[in-house]
């Protein structure tokens, strides 16, 4: 039996007090904003490329030019290029509530077009960006009048102080694996960290790339741990799983990337920027090389943007799912709960 369509007025009265904390927290966290001194953008959303990260998908388009002339263009996973631009252009605090589009993801926590809520602090360390997340979290709660995030009997307290980890040592504490001793900035080694994924009790297979096995063990041994009671911040990532962040001043292994989770669910993903546009275009290069490996396909990379990157000021930046926001704070079980229109289709 198909489920009952959103639209259909019993449906919608059912969603509807979830979607009215949707629009409370939305209006709280602008006058957060506001509070804060930035300046709400609005950038456009078809760009010449979609981001360069390998295990992104994309929805292409062709833009027809005057000339009848097709030419093939990407509507946006993030606003961080157009963002970028702006920074580089002379805005110092600007945030948006931009929609995106993600091919390929489609589940509880997934939605092919989602809301995106992207902050930037020019000339600001990036720890500043966790201290701004912790806020939100708050604002989350009592916009939806609730004391606890939840998440499948998961529950986190939006008001305790977040805890903060390592990458390396959480993948030391909850699966055993050394993960430093893999890696050595861009260099990687697939077969040392298969052969500790293999002592985890984790499937593998020989051909799986050190990236891929990265994120599997992430996904089955780590991420289920995080986020319980209060929230985690998974800071200090690989260098090689950083494309967009700068380098730790103390160990070039890592980077000033960061993730913040609730109740086991991802919500952020913040960055101290790269602004450095050759190291920047190996990066891209490089991720690029991967998803043609792995995928059979490749995006362009956007020429504007890195010619901007040179004239950038150092900067913090952060990308935090709004709708799952709105899922732990409404304790709705599916993203399309708290979406006003969901996408059509299973």
Same mark, same amino acid.
Request: charged share 25%; net charge negative; aromatic share 10%.
């Given at each position: 039996?198909?489920? !009952?369509?959103?639209?259909?007025?019993?449906?919608?009265?059912?969603?509807?007090?979830?979607? #009215?904390?949707?629009?409370?927290?939305?209006?709280?966290?602008?006058?957060?904003?506001?509070?804060?001194?930035?300046?709400?953008?609005?950038?456009?959303?078809?760009?010449?490329?979609?981001?360069? /990260?390998?295990?992104?998908?994309?929805?292409?388009?062709?833009?027809?030019?005057?000339?009848?002339?097709?030419?093939?263009?990407?509507?946006?996973?993030?606003?961080?290029?157009?963002?970028?631009?702006?920074?580089?252009?002379?805005?110092?605090?600007?945030?948006?509530?931009?929609?995106?589009?993600?091919?390929?993801?489609?589940?509880?926590?997934?939605?092919?077009?989602?809301?995106?809520?992207?902050? %930037?602090?020019?000339?600001?360390? %990036?720890?500043?960006?966790?201290?701004?997340?912790?806020?939100?979290?708050?604002?989350?709660?009592?916009?939806?009048?609730?004391?606890?995030?939840?998440?499948?009997?998961?529950?986190?307290?939006?008001?305790?102080?977040?805890?903060?980890?390592?990458?390396?040592?959480?993948?030391?504490? %909850?699966?055993?694996?050394?993960?430093?001793?893999?890696?050595?900035?861009?260099?990687?080694?697939?077969?040392?960290?298969?052969?500790?994924?293999?002592?985890?009790?984790?499937?593998?297979?020989?051909?799986?790339?050190?990236?891929?096995?990265?994120?599997?063990?992430?996904?089955? @041994?780590?991420?289920?741990?995080?986020?319980?009671?209060?929230?985690?911040?998974?800071?200090? %990532?690989? !260098?090689?799983?950083?494309?967009?962040?700068?380098?730790?001043?103390?160990?070039?292994?890592?980077?000033?990337?960061?993730?913040?989770?609730?109740?086991?669910? /991802? #919500?952020?993903?913040?960055?101290?920027? #790269?602004?450095?546009?050759?190291?920047?275009?190996?990066?891209?290069?490089?991720?690029?090389?991967? @998803?043609?490996?792995?995928?059979?396909?490749?995006?362009?990379?956007?020429?504007?943007?890195?010619?901007?990157?040179?004239?950038?000021?150092?900067?913090?930046?952060?990308?935090?799912?709004?709708?799952?926001?709105?899922?732990?704070?409404?304790?709705?079980?599916?993203?399309?709960?708290?979406?006003? !229109?969901?996408?059509?289709?299973?």
């Amino acid at each position: 039996m198909s489920p !009952t369509p959103w639209w259909t007025p019993a449906r919608h009265a059912d969603r509807r007090p979830a979607l #009215l904390a949707r629009a409370r927290l939305q209006a709280a966290l602008r006058g957060w904003f506001t509070g804060q001194d930035f300046l709400e953008v609005d950038p456009v959303a078809l760009q010449v490329s979609p981001g360069n /990260e390998a295990h992104l998908h994309a929805f292409a388009t062709q833009a027809i030019g005057n000339d009848g002339q097709p030419m093939t263009m990407y509507l946006h996973t993030s606003p961080e290029f157009a963002m970028k631009k702006l920074l580089t252009a002379g805005e110092e605090r600007i945030f948006a509530f931009a929609h995106v589009w993600r091919n390929r993801e489609r589940g509880a926590l997934h939605s092919p077009e989602f809301t995106m809520l992207e902050w %930037y602090r020019a000339g600001e360390d %990036y720890t500043v960006l966790m201290e701004d997340c912790a806020a939100m979290l708050r604002l989350a709660a009592e916009a939806a009048g609730v004391t606890t995030l939840q998440y499948r009997g998961i529950t986190c307290d939006p008001f305790a102080a977040p805890e903060r980890l390592s990458v390396a040592e959480a993948f030391q504490r %909850y699966a055993g694996i050394d993960l430093l001793a893999t890696c050595d900035g861009a260099e990687t080694d697939a077969e040392a960290l298969r052969t500790q994924a293999r002592a985890a009790g984790i499937k593998t297979r020989d051909d799986d790339t050190w990236s891929f096995l990265l994120s599997k063990i992430l996904v089955e @041994k780590v991420e289920p741990h995080l986020g319980h009671g209060r929230a985690t911040i998974l800071d200090r %990532y690989p !260098t090689a799983e950083a494309a967009l962040a700068r380098r730790c001043a103390d160990d070039a292994r890592v980077a000033e990337r960061f993730e913040i989770y609730a109740c086991g669910v /991802e #919500l952020a993903n913040g960055f101290g920027e #790269l602004t450095d546009p050759a190291e920047q275009r190996r990066r891209f290069e490089a991720e690029m090389d991967e @998803k043609q490996d792995i995928y059979g396909e490749r995006y362009p990379l956007d020429e504007d943007f890195l010619a901007a990157l040179a004239f950038m000021p150092p900067a913090s930046g952060i990308a935090l799912g709004f709708d799952r926001l709105v899922m732990l704070a409404t304790h709705a079980p599916r993203i399309d709960d708290v979406i006003w !229109t969901p996408v059509a289709g299973d």
